[in-house]
T-cell receptor, first 117, second 110 residues
Framework: KAGVTQTPRYLIKTRGQQVTLSCSPISGHRSVSWYQQTPGQGLQFLFEYFSETQRNKGNFPGRFSGRQFSNSRSEMNVSTLELGDSALYLCASSLIRATSGSTDTQYFGPGTRLTVL | QQPVQSPQAVILREGEDAVINCSSS?????VHWYRQKHGEAPVFLMI?????EQKGHDKISASFNEKKQQSSLYLTASQLSYSGTYFCGAASGGSYIPTFGRGTSLIVHP
């Protein structure tokens, strides 16, 4: 079974630009969660999508948004990029909602490394 | 508020045991455990829900102590493949959204 895929793997943008990252979950998985990982802040939860609806959102500004399509693929968008947005963006998929109190296994993709200059 | 992981780093020889703790200042709803190797994505190990349960995954198990607002990850008879950074994600305050600790670096030597 194919794993979680993320595209692109690497991205370089300049301040003020916007970026869209894509995540394709494991076939059959309906939940996609996004995380940001930086050396300074560590791993942080961004949001979770399930059945095309955002179910939970972490403590990030409105510049961070996302969506999920009917095939469960998800995109996240960051507008008006800032230097501090440079990070590894990870997505993880699971069969059922990750933030509902389930103990379902989450599978992570390889991540997209975003560098903002 | 971030959970506190201890110790920050552990160095072991193959076959030795280790315990990593994850403490929260708030009442815990759930604790997630992950391992991440350098340059790779995290690998999910397990989630524990409040109720004081213990879960196992091969020679890696974890406990959840609701009273102490703490979870502990136990690695027994460590193998070289256990090396990496272990993160806990703690959900509290009525939400299952995890807040992650700073990680514990585990190095296993032959």
């Amino acid at each position: 079974k194919a794993g979680v895929t993320q595209t692109p793997r690497y991205l370089i943008k300049t301040r003020g630009q916007q970026v869209t990252l894509s995540c394709s979950p494991i076939s059959g998985h309906r939940s996609v969660s996004w995380y940001q990982q930086t050396p300074g802040q560590g791993l942080q939860f961004l949001f979770e999508y399930f059945s095309e609806t955002q179910r939970n959102k972490g403590n990030f500004p409105g510049r961070f948004s996302g969506r999920q399509f009917s095939n469960s693929r998800s995109e996240m968008n960051v507008s008006t990029l800032e230097l501090g947005d440079s990070a590894l963006y990870l997505c993880a998929s699971s069969l059922i909602r990750a933030t509902s109190g389930s103990t379902d296994t989450q599978y992570f993709g390889p991540g997209t490394r975003l560098t903002v200059l | 508020q971030q959970p506190v992981q201890s110790p920050q780093a552990v160095i072991l020889r193959e076959g030795e045991d280790a315990v990593i703790n994850c403490s929260s200042s708030k009442a815990l709803y759930s604790v997630h455990w992950y391992r991440q190797k350098h340059g790779e994505a995290p690998v999910f190990l397990m989630i524990l829900l409040k109720g004081g349960e213990q879960k196992g995954h091969d020679k890696i198990s974890a406990s959840f102590n609701e009273k102490k607002q703490q979870s502990s990850l136990y690695l027994t008879a460590s193998q070289l493949s256990y090396s990496g950074t272990y993160f806990c994600g703690a959900a509290s305050g009525g939400s299952y959204i995890p807040t992650f600790g700073r990680g514990t670096s585990l190095i296993v030597h032959p």
